[in-house]
Each structure stands twice: as structure tokens, then as C-alpha cells.
């Protein structure tokens, strides 16, 4: 029988540990935490509630009433004290462990190094040690990283439980329960049974509700811009752009002043005033933290957060790498700290030196300052040993592991690299009254970059964004120049984007709203809520969440405020550094919470009242329209109900509708107004001349917009014979079999092109370019996913002046449209020539109509044609 217990969460992680310990110890999981609050009371002992424990009402004639629980007089010492229950499922595991511990001299608990890990430590030793004599036996050991070094030092120097720690999950765990539990049936009562509030998932909802006011308020203000594209005796021309006149900063505001400017500058001189050259560094970014990781690897990976943390969690409690058995490749993955043991910097120079050579290799290792709160005694986010290149390990992994590893591994290489370093160049010309300014930068050494390229989602590669990277011709003060074309550009004001995961994460640690580790459980609970939804990566509130928001803001404008709740952030870190009382801060909460409890009781709107909106029913002219929910969703009804029956279907659109989504819809046979209403299959639009005529239409999946008929086409459905028809899905055209749902066949609409990967699809426009969301458009294979091949730009149906490609794209860029081979090898480039909208759409469409009898592929469901494509 071994003679020491160690006890970790996992199996995996026991696993990877047992190897590097020997003999004389038995490694077992706990399977995370063993115990917690109990499911059907509160179980905190709440000022004026007997032990915590007051039972939910029982619905009359439901269950036997039980007796009153014993009453506990609430002191100082004992108040919101909680009561935790060994979980039921863990009564197994827990009696295996208690066997396991009972013959063994030393139990060892060996859990995550954080407040979680430090919880389920204490609750083992609460569960297993019987006595205090039991207690002697028990040690903590903590250790960033599952190498045998860190093990064995962490065995060498064993601690006791930190009861700060214990006290600050402590205090997270009483406070999120008293909103959970206080403030979800409020919830229940005034909208639907099986919602939730959350102290730290409603602030963060509030934040999406909030930037999508801001984005349905935003009215867009028109303003131009004028570029002059310019020429010296050496190439290559450069294009400058108007940015002041007289010497102040100047701002177009419409068309008719634009012209003007352009009036002002037909008989300009044009003549550079000012040539500034600058060496630029770029410094290397820091490791990752648990939010920087979630950040990049969504900007990068497209990665969700909690997708990123499940991953990061395998790669640090081991994989298995073969003849060297289970290896923890990276360091805890739940950290804020920048901080990188010594070992590890002097590994990663050897390895930069060796890889890389000694003039990527900085002087002194670099050092990098973490937040204010962060702990220095945790490490960042690294490989455990940087010798295990992504390559290396490759085999092992699977290819979404591999990927996350790789990203984790060149960003720690990357920070201890030297800077890059870039020659910018700015040039500034005169023109009559007006200045116009030209900037460009050429990279002069590539430093970090070697290992770790910029993503311009990245934070610390936004420095340059205003400094393009191009090359500028050299020219000298007082050098005249020569104009080629000056062109001006009509934009508009754009509204602030909504959140993806990685701008909500970045969000909500930069206001201090809750911790980086829960942030993936956050968003995994608003989606599933059904108070957000996703669409191609961006948080869209739904109806429901919209009014759970406005409702529980209202109501606890305090418990909910961002900076409030930032506020209790600090000081969870100041009960686990031991500067301040778990039970002050909670009793703190309680009394600005337990008003707002009350309040709320009384005040909040009820959606199954009905709420007064002001408006006078359609139908009688004698109620007032009351904004109701039922199980269909939110509606507009008549208060005078039931002697008046009127509704409104008050579907739940958010998504990047266009105009025609609230534009007035008539009916193709009467000539009368269509209206939306809901049936037992969902919403719909109606006419109003019902039931005279009877003509209904369905709408696109998620918004108020009408699906267009379907075209039929001269072409019969290879699986079923039934007719083809062109139809209208949520993701745009696609062809489908008139026989659905019993026939499923479709196939995506192409351009007629062929792929040049495969050579047997053809290419297919994925994106949406309607609505908010407008601009992210790319082409790809219509044999998706056999064949990945994207590309950002349109194909065109000619083929490659230089090379002969079969076809040639068209490039969008801010100086203008440029036609080019994207084949390999060739560089043939040329201004593309202006076209009408009107005509550059028709041919579009001819090409879609053109391809209808294209190649093909079959999908389960006609609505998903182009979702779900990755760009590479």
C-alpha cells in the first residue's frame, strides 16, 4: 500500500503526475469539487432567515410541508456563514478517497493553484480529516506547471491551505448565490420561469444591450476625403491625402465642398514642404495571460473562449507524447500574471540564440509589469519546455490542440526576442492653401516578428495602423511634384462594432468585471439563455435579453452598475491578499442589495401583466397596447382583452437586416398592407385583407424580412426528379428541390469559376454585405469542406493577361480597385476600371444565374448554404 495520497481534479492530470512521483505515492482525482451550497435552499444564514435555509414556497397540495428548522441566533461571527453539502454524484468518489486516506501517512492536495483549487482543497480537508490529529497529516502542494522540477519542488515544500484564498472564493460564491437566488425568481414572476440573473453574467449583458442601443441611435454623418496620387522623376508614385488648409485641421462635410477644394486646386503647384524620416521599433508583446489567449486565439483561431480554455486545460494536465509518456506541455492556463521564472528565460534565450541567432537575441532578458492585482507567484501562459517545438509534438496533438499550442509556443519566443524595427517616412506637400500628407513605413529588421507575425486584431499591433507599410520615392524639400489624378471619397460615420468574444473579453477585463477564468462560462450561459445570439462571430442581444437587461437595471441600478461591480473585484483581491473581512464586504452588498430587493418586489414591470406602452390598440381605438410575453414571445395586446382580441407579433429581430426589414410590405395580389404574425410554426406575413385574401409569405430565418418567391429553373433534382427551384435562405441563394422536407438536395448558387485547388468545385459567395455587418465577404469552394480553398477577393471570369490563369480577382483597397492574378508566381496587377453599380451587380447576377446547372453538393437542410465557411 503506497504510504503517501496525493489528490488532484482531473484523471488526466493524476495521470501525468503519478509518473514523476514514484512508488511511494497513490495519485487520485476528486473530479473537481466535491462540495457546494445545497440545490434547493439558499444555504447562507441570511440577517433574519432560520440557518440560511428558508424553503422555496410549495405549490398547495405539492409535497409534505416540513418542520421548521431550528432557529440560530445570527451573530458577527456566524452571519452569511454557508452550509456546504458533499455534491450526491461525488458520495463514491468521496468514500474511495476516505479509504485511500485513512491507510496512508501523508495526503498531499495537490489541486489548481487559484481560488478554485484552493476551495476544493479545504472542502477535501473538511470531508476527509476526521479530527485534528487527521489534520496533521494533510499538506498542500502547489506547483504553475506539471514538469517533474516543479513537482518535485512543490513536494520538497509543502504549505498548508491558504484560508484567504478559501475566504475569497468564499465571498464569490455567497455573493453570487444571493443574486442568483434573490433575484432569478423576481425574474420567474414578472417575465418566464427558467431565467437567470447573474451578479457578474447580467453586467456583462449589460454591456452587449447597451453598445446595441448605441448602435440602433447612432445616426451616420457624411463626410468626404481627397486623395491626390503623385509623381517625382523616380518611382514609384505615391498617393497623399488633404488633411489641413491654412494650417488648421480640416474637415469636409458634403460633396459641394469638396468641389470646391478641387476647384481651389486645379492651377496648384504642388511642392513637398517637409520630408521626416524616423527609425520605429516594435516591441515584442509580453506572454499570454488568460485573456490576452482568449483574445488571440479567437482573433486568430476564431477560437471561442470556452472552446480556448478546454483545449489549454489538456494541454496542461498532459498528452500523451508517446515513448515519454504523458507530458503537461504548457504552463496553468488560468493566470494574469506576465511573469517568467528563471529557468524558463534562460531555456527560451539558449533556444533563440541557437534557432534564431544572436542578433534576435536581446542583451538582457526582457521583463514585463502585470496588472495591479495580478499574482507574481503564478506564471504566464508558456510552453513547459520550449525544446518542444509545435513540430515536435505535432503527431500527438490533434490539429485544434496543435493550433493552440503553436500559438502559445511562438508568443513566448516572441517576448524574449528584440524588437522589430522599421524605417517610416513621412512626407508633407503643399498645394496652394492646403497641406496634404503621405505616410509609409518599410520594414528594416523583423525581430519578434521572425517568430510571432502581427495580426492587426492584436492589441500591441495597432501602434502603427496609421502608418502604412509601403515604400515612398525619395524626394527633397522644395522638390516639385507632379500630380497624376486627385481623387475625392464619400464616407459616412460608422457606429461602434458589436462584440465578438474577444472584444466582450477584452471589455470586460479592462473594467474589471469579474475574472478571465470565468469569462468563457459567462458567454456559454448568455447564449444559452437564449439572451444573445451569434452571428458570424458578433453578439446580438435577443428580445428576451434585451428586457431581462432594461428590467434588472432599472431595478438594481446599483448591484449591476459596471463600476460597482468592478468595485467588488478589488476587493475579492483584497480578502485573498488578507487586508480585508469576507464577511464585511458580503454584509456591504447586502444592504445596498436587500433595498433593492424590496423595491424590486414592488416596482418591477411584469411582461405577464402587461406593460403599458402608450399606445392606442389598432383594432377598437378604445385600449391601450400592453407589451406582453406568452410562449410564443413577446407581443402587443389589448388591454381591453377579451372583449378585443387585437396582437402583434413583436418578433425577435437583431439581425443585419436592410432597409426592406422595416419598410412597409404589400400584398402581390390585393394590393394591401402584409402584417407579421405568428402560427404554430412561427412568424409569418399576413394580409391584412384576411380572410378575403388569403396570401401569406414566409419570412428569412430571424428577421422581418419576407423570403422572396422561389424561381423554378429548367432543371430537375438529381435525387428525386422533382423540379429545381432558386430559393432564399437566411444566408442568401441557393438551389434547392421542390420536394423539401422530404427531398433535401441542394447546392449553393456559384459564379461559374472553376476553384483552382480541386478543380471541380466552383466558387461560391460566402458573408453578408446588408445591414451593420456589411464588408465581410470572401469567396470559396463550393465543395466545402473537401476542399478549404477562400479567397477575400472577387473572381472575375478572364483569364491572367501574363500567365494565362483561367481567371483573374478584383482587390478593394482604400486607394482604389485594382484587378490581379493570384496565381503563384506571377505579379500581374492593373487599376481596375470604373463600372456603374447598377452594371457591376448585373453581372454578378448574370454569373449566378449563369451557373445554376453547376456543380454540386448535397447538405441535410437547404438553410445553411454559405454559414460555417473559414477563411484560412
Not at 486516506?101 to 482543497?121: F, K, Q, W
Not at 537575441?361 to 504566464?380: G, I
Not at 422572396?708 to 441557393?734: S, T, V
Amino acid at each position: 500500500m503506497a504510504r503517501s495520497l496525493v489528490i488532484v481534479e482531473s484523471p488526466a492530470k493524476a495521470k501525468t503526475i503519478n509518473k514523476y512521483l514514484g512508488r511511494g505515492y497513490s495519485v487520485k482525482a476528486s473530479y473537481g469539487h466535491v462540495m457546494d451550497l445545497p440545490k434547493k435552499t439558499i444555504g447562507i444564514l441570511l440577517p433574519g432567515e432560520q440557518n440560511g435555509n428558508s424553503k422555496r414556497k410549495t405549490k398547495k397540495g405539492k409535497g409534505k410541508a416540513k418542520a421548521p428548522a431550528k432557529k440560530v441566533a445570527i451573530t458577527a461571527e456566524n452571519i452569511f456563514e454557508p452550509t456546504y453539502e458533499i455534491i450526491p454524484d461525488k458520495q463514491k468518489i468521496i468514500g474511495q478517497l476516505q479509504t485511500a486516506a485513512d491507510s496512508a501517512d501523508n495526503v498531499y492536495l495537490a489541486t489548481d493553484p487559484d481560488r478554485e483549487g484552493e476551495a476544493i482543497s479545504a472542502h477535501l480537508l473538511d470531508v476527509l480529516a476526521k479530527n485534528k490529529t487527521e489534520r496533521a497529516k494533510f499538506a498542500r502542494v502547489m506547483f504553475n506547471e506539471i514538469t517533474q522540477k516543479a513537482i518535485r519542488a512543490a513536494f520538497e515544500k509543502p504549505t498548508q491551505v491558504d484560508e484567504h484564498l478559501v475566504d475569497a472564493q468564499q465571498a464569490r460564491r455567497v455573493l453570487d448565490r444571493i443574486v442568483g437566488y434573490k433575484v432569478s425568481p423576481l425574474l420567474w414572476d414578472k417575465v418566464r420561469r427558467g431565467l437567470s440573473a447573474g451578479r457578474v453574467q447580467t453586467v456583462a449583458l449589460r454591456l452587449i444591450v447597451e453598445r446595441e442601443q448605441e448602435i440602433r441611435a447612432f445616426a451616420p454623418k457624411e463626410y468626404w476625403t481627397i486623395h491626390a496620387l503623385l509623381a517625382t522623376d523616380e518611382p514609384p508614385t505615391f498617393e497623399a491625402k488633404l488633411v489641413k488648409r491654412k494650417g488648421e485641421d480640416l474637415e469636409i462635410p458634403d460633396e459641394s465642398e469638396a468641389q470646391r477644394i478641387l476647384s481651389d486646386l486645379e492651377r496648384a503647384t504642388w511642392q513637398v514642404s517637409s520630408v521626416a524620416q524616423k527609425e520605429k521599433r516594435r516591441f515584442a508583446p509580453p506572454p499570454f495571460t488568460t485573456s490576452k489567449l482568449q483574445q488571440a486565439a479567437y482573433n486568430r483561431l476564431r477560437f471561442t473562449a470556452k472552446r480556448t480554455m478546454m483545449l489549454a486545460q489538456k494541454l496542461y494536465e498532459g498528452v500523451d507524447l508517446g515513448s515519454e509518456g504523458s507530458i503537461g506541455l504548457i504552463t496553468y492556463m488560468r493566470t494574469d500574471s506576465v511573469h517568467v521564472s528563471t529557468d524558463a528565460l534562460s531555456q527560451v534565450r539558449d533556444h533563440i540564440g541557437e534557432k534564431f541567432g544572436a542578433k534576435y537575441l536581446p542583451e538582457k532578458p526582457n521583463f514585463f509589469k502585470s496588472k495591479k492585482d495580478a499574482q507574481e507567484a503564478h506564471e504566464a501562459i508558456r510552453p513547459t519546455d520550449v525544446a518542444r517545438t509545435p513540430e515536435n509534438v505535432r503527431p500527438y496533438l490533434d490539429e485544434s490542440m496543435f493550433k493552440l499550442y503553436q500559438l502559445i509556443w511562438q508568443r513566448f519566443v516572441a517576448s524574449q526576442m528584440v524588437p522589430a524595427v522599421f524605417d517610416q517616412t513621412t512626407i508633407e506637400i503643399l498645394a496652394g492653401d492646403y497641406l496634404f500628407r503621405a505616410s509609409g513605413s518599410v520594414e528594416k529588421f523583423n525581430g519578434y516578428l521572425a517568430a510571432y507575425q502581427a495580426v492587426k486584431e492584436d492589441d500591441e499591433d495597432k501602434e502603427d495602423a496609421d502608418s502604412e507599410s509601403r515604400a515612398l520615392p525619395q524626394v527633397r524639400e522644395g522638390e516639385e511634384l507632379r500630380l497624376e489624378t486627385i481623387r475625392p471619397e464619400q464616407h459616412f460615420t460608422e457606429p461602434p462594432p458589436r462584440y465578438t468574444e474577444a472584444t466582450l473579453v477584452k471589455d470586460l477585463e479592462e473594467k474589471g468585471i469579474g475574472r478571465p477564468s470565468t469569462y468563457a462560462a459567462i458567454i456559454s450561459t448568455l447564449v444559452e439563455r437564449e439572451y444573445v445570439t451569434k452571428d458570424q462571430g458578433r453578439f446580438t442581444p435577443t428580445l428576451l435579453g434585451e428586457r431581462v437587461s432594461v428590467l434588472l437595471v432599472k431595478s438594481f441600478e446599483d448591484i449591476f452598475d459596471v463600476n460597482f461591480t468592478a468595485r467588488m473585484e478589488e476587493e475579492l483581491d483584497d480578502i485573498e491578499e488578507g487586508k480585508r473581512s469576507w464577511r464585511k464586504s458580503v454584509k456591504e452588498f447586502w444592504d445596498r442589495f436587500e433595498q433593492d430587493l424590496e423595491n424590486a418586489s414592488d416596482s418591477m414591470a411584469s411582461y405577464k401583466a402587461g406593460i403599458p406602452t402608450g399606445q392606442k390598440c389598432e383594432k377598437c381605438g378604445q385600449g391601450e397596447l400592453l407589451e406582453r410575453i406568452s410562449r410564443h414571445g413577446f407581443f402587443l395586446g389589448c388591454s381591453r382583452y377579451p372583449e378585443c382580441d387585437f396582437i402583434r407579433d413583436l418578433a425577435e429581430v437583431h439581425s443585419d437586416s436592410s432597409d426592406a426589414a422595416t419598410t412597409t410590405q404589400y400584398c402581390d395580389n390585393c394590393g394591401k398592407e402584409m402584417v407579421i404574425k405568428r402560427g404554430r410554426f412561427g412568424a409569418f406575413l399576413a394580409c391584412t385583407g384576411y380572410p378575403e385574401c388569403k396570401t401569406t409569405r414566409r419570412l428569412v430565418s430571424g428577421t422581418k424580412i419576407a423570403r422572396q418567391p422561389d424561381i423554378p429553373l429548367d432543371e430537375n433534382c438529381p435525387e428525386c426528379g422533382a423540379q429545381l427551384l432558386r430559393r432564399q435562405g437566411r444566408y442568401g441563394d441557393f438551389i434547392g428541390c421542390k420536394n423539401y422536407p422530404k427531398c433535401k438536395y441542394t447546392r449553393p448558387v456559384t459564379l461559374g469559376i472553376k476553384c483552382p485547388k480541386c478543380g471541380e468545385g466552383e466558387f461560391v459567395r460566402r458573408g453578408t454585405s446588408k445591414g451593420r455587418g456589411r464588408g465581410r465577404i470572401f469567396y470559396g469552394c463550393s465543395r466545402y469542406p473537401e476542399c478549404d480553398f477562400t479567397t477575400p477577393h472577387e473572381p472575375i471570369n478572364e483569364p491572367c493577361p501574363k500567365c494565362g490563369a483561367p481567371f483573374i480577382v478584383e482587390k478593394r483597397t482604400k486607394h482604389g480597385n485594382l484587378r490581379a492574378c493570384i496565381k503563384e508566381g506571377c505579379d500581374w496587377e492593373v487599376e481596375a476600371p470604373e463600372a456603374q453599380p447598377a452594371e457591376a451587380a448585373n453581372a454578378v447576377t448574370s454569373a449566378m444565374h449563369a451557373s445554376s446547372n453547376g456543380s454540386h453538393s448535397v447538405r441535410e437542410n437547404p438553410e445553411p448554404v454559405g454559414a460555417g465557411h473559414p477563411k484560412n
